[in-house]
């Protein structure tokens, strides 16, 4: 069964292509920094953060010693990881060992 994104549109459609043609971490520094406020690049780099600590099996008590988090948070993307759209894991699964966490 194909998948069907709940966040379908043609907007999301172009932010999606526009992702893919960026080619560097710099490209990518330079392209959210001019789409988005420090405030939500924050919050998105946050729950990056969070998700790659939950996929490495931290406890909710090391998520919120480390990061901060609120409880709520981690249990939304603790959900999303376990029944999900698998969008982290694969985003995990190609950056391998580029995802650990101290």
Known sequence: MPFEPKSKSKNM???????????TVEEVYRFFE???????????AHRMGVAVMLWHKASYQQVIYKTNASTTTIGRIAKSLKYGNDGYKTVFFRLKDKTRFE
């Open 13 to 23: 459609d172009l932010l999606a292509k526009a992702i893919l043609e960026l080619q």
């Open 34 to 44: 001019d789409l988005c406020t420090m405030s939500e690049l924050e919050k998105l």
